[in-house]
């Protein structure tokens, strides 16, 4: 916009004759250039007025003298940034500034009514016209600008939060599953160390082979390595309900799918929730193409709304698909689909 300001000036210049309204012309450009640099924030005061007075000073004049009507365009662009840097443009305060940028033409023909002002109405119409469409279409686009940048910032942002969330619900996953299972198995080690020391000893082995598995896992989810496997964890489900005396019953298969980390993370969390807060006696698992369903007697609470199956929920639900829990007649179910 600075240039095109400069660019009115010189206009301006290659059409006035009077040596000091050159002067006037050169004077008034400076401001006026400096001013329309703020089209795109509030500009100060003083040089809003120092540039419109110049301007308007210059404009009236070209109108006295009866120069070449160019010099409108710089009041034109003075005014027309002025009133387009509000909130909200009113539109009658530009009809307003178009009656300022004219008012000398109309005070000029009412002196000298035997002389013909159109050219000098039309060009100072125009300018201004001109020098307002500009600004406004260069405020719209600067906003949208600013919109795409905010949509695109708070997009970022949301990105992070999620990544975030999601190492936080896979960290819960391992470390709550582990931390479990290792109290069940010290618990059972410290029964089974004065009558049987070499299954204590046993479980004590597992407990630490869990440790080092739990390790690399924790390692591998840092650097995003992590990958689990329905029948990985159904494997180790299985071998946790009978080292806790909890028949476990699996029924159908499911074959390989592009979400069998949701539902590995079902059987982990709900083999979880079972050991740590059910009095089971029997679970049953039932797989199918795209589902999952869990039953266990011994039915515990409702999952509480930040715990691992309802933080779990929302994931299935972002990857279109189902995730409910519930208990009815003392069976708690967990019933995961993807279609």
């Known amino acids: 916009m600075a240039f095109v300001a400069v660019g009115y000036a010189l206009i301006a210049l290659s059409q006035v004759t009077h040596e000091w309204l050159i002067v006037g012309v050169i004077a008034a450009t400076i401001p006026v250039t400096a001013l329309v640099c703020f089209w ?140 479990h299972v290792l109290r069940l198995k010290t618990q059972l080690a410290d029964k089974l160390i004065d009558r049987d020391p070499a299954a204590a000893h046993a479980h004590l082995a597992e407990a630490q082979a869990l440790i080092s598995e739990t390790l690399a896992n924790t390692r591998s989810l840092a650097f995003g390595e992590r990958h689990l496997v329905v029948a990985t964890e159904l494997a180790n489900a299985q071998e946790l309900f009978a080292a806790a005396g909890i028949r476990c019953t699996v029924e159908g298969s499911m074959p390989a799918t592009p979400n069998d980390e949701l539902f590995a993370l079902v059987v982990r969390e709900a083999t979880t929730n079972i050991l740590r807060h059910a009095q089971a006696q029997e679970v049953t698992v039932r797989l199918g193409e795209g589902s999952l369903v869990i039953t266990n007697d011994g039915s515990p609470e409702p999952p509480r709304p930040r715990s691992g199956l309802a933080r779990l929920a929302e994931r299935f639900i972002a990857a279109g698909g189902t995730l409910q829990s519930g208990s009815a007649s003392g069976v708690f179910t967990t019933a995961a689909t993807i279609s």
């Open 40 to 179: 795109e924030r509030r500009a100060p005061i003083w040089l809003a007025i120092l540039a419109t007075a110049l301007s308007s000073v210059v404009w009236w004049a070209t109108v006295a003298l009866q120069e070449l009507g160019v010099t409108s365009l710089l009041l034109g662009m003075a005014v027309g940034v002025l009133l387009t840097q509000t909130a909200k443009v009113n539109p009658f305060l530009l009809l307003a500034g178009l009656g300022f940028v004219v008012a000398p033409v109309g005070i000029a023909a009412l002196v000298r009514p035997e002389q013909d002002w159109t050219a000098y109405l039309l060009t100072a119409s125009v300018a201004y016209a001109v020098a307002v469409g500009l600004f406004l279409l260069n405020r719209y686009t600067w906003n949208r600008y600013l919109e795409i940048d905010a949509a695109r910032r708070t997009g970022a942002e949301l990105a992070v939060a999620q990544e975030r969330y999601r190492f936080a619900a896979d960290l819960h996953d391992i470390q709550g599953h582990t931390l």
